[in-house]
C-alpha cells in the first residue's frame, strides 16, 4: 500500500478517534431537538377550528344525501375541518333516537329524504373528506312551552320568583329545564351518551343554553334542595351572589359528571362548549364557564361574539380569560356569517376574521346556509371570499 494511503488512512482514523464523540453528542442533540419539535408541529394544524354550525335553518341540506355530499365537499375546497351539526333543538332529537322515544316526548321520528339517518350520513360523508363532526346540543336545558317535553314534563321545569315559567329568547318563548334536578340531569345525560355511543362523532359541544337565565330557581324542588343545604330560603333578589354561586357552581357540578360520562364511553371524544363572552355567561346566564376549563372538563372553546361593531368585537376577544383559554385548549370565536332576516356583509366578516387571526384565535361561522346563500353578495364573491381566509388545509383529529 503507498506511503500516502497509509498516511492519510492514519490521519483519517486520529480524527475520526478525537471527533467521534462529539458526533454522538452531536446526533443526540439532534434526535432531542426532533423529538421535541416534531409533536408540536404535527399538533399545531390539527388545533386550529376552522368550523361552521349546521343549524335547523340548513335542514334542507342535511336531509338530502347529494346537498350534503356538495356542501361537505365545498367546505373541504374552502379549507374549513369541523362541522357542528344541530341534534338537539326545540325539545326534539334531530336524530332517531330511544331515549327520545322513551321519555315519550317525540311522536316523530327525523329522518332524511329516503328514510336516511341524517346525523350518520354526515359524519360518513364528512369523515370521508377529512373534516370532524361535532354534534351540537343546541337547546341545552331550554324548550319550547308547546313541545312534548314541556307538556309531558312540566314538574321538570323551574320558574321565576313570580311562578312564571318562561322567557324570551333568540328561538322564541322558551322553558327552562332544572339543571339540579335529577331526572333531567339523567335525561340529558342519555340523550348525550346516545349520541356519543352510537355515532362515530368526533364530539360533542353545548352552547348557551347549556345554562340558566339568573331568574329561574324558584320551583319548589330547587327551593327544597337549597334550604336544605344552607339551612336559609332562596333570596328573593334573584342577582343575589351568594344565589348565584350556588346555583352556578350547581351547573358546573353537572357538567364534570356529564364530562367524566362522556369520557367513560369514549375518551377520544371532543368536550366543546360555545358559550357567551364569559361576564355574560356567568352574570345573566348562571354559566361559569371559566371554572369548567379550570376544572380541565373542556376540550375546545368557541366564544360567540355575535356584533357589528369591530371595537367591541375586539374587547372582547382580548380579555384574559380567552388569552387564558389558548394556553390551554384549541381556541376560538364564534362569527355571525349572517340570518335569513338579518344579512351581514363580507366586508364585516372580513374585518371580524382578521381581528380573530391576528390573535391566533381559531373561527366557527354562524351558519352553514348564511355562508353564500343568505348574504348580500353574489355566491362567487362569497365563496373567493372564503377561500381567501383559509388559504391551506389544516386538519384536525379527535382527542388522542
Not at 130 to 153: D, Q, R, Y
Not at 203 to 225: A, C, K, R, W
Not at 286 to 315: C, G, H, K, T
Not at 379 to 385: D, E, G, K, N, V
Amino acid at each position: 500500500m503507498p506511503v500516502d494511503y497509509m498516511v492519510r488512512g492514519f490521519h483519517y482514523k486520529t480524527l475520526l478517534k478525537c471527533f467521534f464523540p462529539l458526533l454522538v453528542l452531536i446526533s443526540f442533540v439532534i434526535v432531542l431537538l426532533v423529538d421535541n419539535f416534531t409533536p408540536a408541529i404535527a399538533q399545531l394544524p390539527r388545533q386550529e377550528i376552522r368550523g361552521v354550525w349546521m343549524t335547523n335553518n340548513d335542514f334542507d341540506t342535511l336531509k338530502d344525501r347529494d346537498k350534503v355530499q356538495d356542501a361537505v365537499s365545498q367546505l373541504r375546497r374552502l379549507n374549513f375541518n369541523t362541522i357542528y351539526s344541530v341534534v338537539w333543538n326545540s325539545g326534539y332529537a334531530m336524530y332517531p333516537s330511544a331515549v327520545a322515544q322513551r321519555a315519550g316526548i317525540q311522536p316523530f321520528v327525523l329522518r332524511g329524504a329516503d328514510g336516511h339517518d341524517i346525523l350518520a350520513d354526515l359524519i360518513t360523508q364528512a369523515h370521508r373528506q377529512g373534516l370532524l363532526v361535532i354534534p351540537w346540543f343546541e337547546f341545552g336545558f331550554m324548550a319550547p312551552p308547546t313541545s312534548e317535553l314541556a307538556l309531558n314534563h312540566p314538574d321538570w321545569f323551574t320558574q321565576k320568583p313570580d311562578g312564571s315559567q318562561t322567557s324570551i329568547s333568540a328561538a322564541g318563548e322558551v322553558m327552562w329545564l332544572n339543571p339540579f334536578h335529577p331526572e333531567v340531569q339523567q335525561f340529558i345525560s342519555n340523550l348525550v351518551l346516545e349520541i356519543v355511543s352510537q355515532y362515530d362523532a368526533d364530539g360533542i359541544q353545548f352552547d348557551d343554553h347549556m345554562s340558566l337565565p339568573y331568574e329561574f330557581g324558584y320551583d319548589q324542588y330547587t327551593v327544597n334542595l337549597y334550604t336544605q343545604e344552607t339551612k336559609n330560603n332562596p333570596p328573593t333578589n334573584p342577582q343575589d351572589q351568594a344565589w348565584m354561586r350556588w346555583r352556578a357552581d350547581k351547573i358546573t357540578a353537572f357538567m364534570v359528571k356529564l364530562n367524566q360520562a362522556v369520557k367513560a364511553v369514549k375518551p377520544q371524544a371532543i368536550f366543546s362548549i360555545s358559550p357567551n363572552y364569559y361576564d355574560f355567561a356567568y352574570k345573566f346566564q348562571l354559566q361559569d364557564w371559566l371554572a369548567w376549563m379550570r376544572l380541565n372538563i373542556v376540550d375546545e372553546l368557541i366564544v360567540q361574539i355575535y356584533r357589528p361593531n369591530l371595537q367591541s368585537f375586539i374587547a372582547k376577544i382580548s380579555r384574559p380569560e380567552i388569552k387564558e383559554a389558548q394556553k390551554m385548549i384549541p381556541t376560538g370565536v364564534g362569527i355571525m356569517a349572517g340570518l335569513q332576516n338579518n344579512r351581514v356583509p363580507m366586508q364585516q366578516i372580513k374585518s371580524q376574521v382578521r381581528a380573530a387571526q391576528e390573535r391566533g384565535l381559531g373561527i366557527a361561522f354562524f351558519y352553514y346556509k348564511s355562508l353564500w346563500d343568505d348574504a348580500p353578495e353574489p355566491l362567487p364573491a362569497r365563496q373567493s371570499a372564503f377561500q381567501s381566509f383559509f388559504p391551506a388545509p389544516a386538519f384536525r383529529s379527535a382527542m388522542e
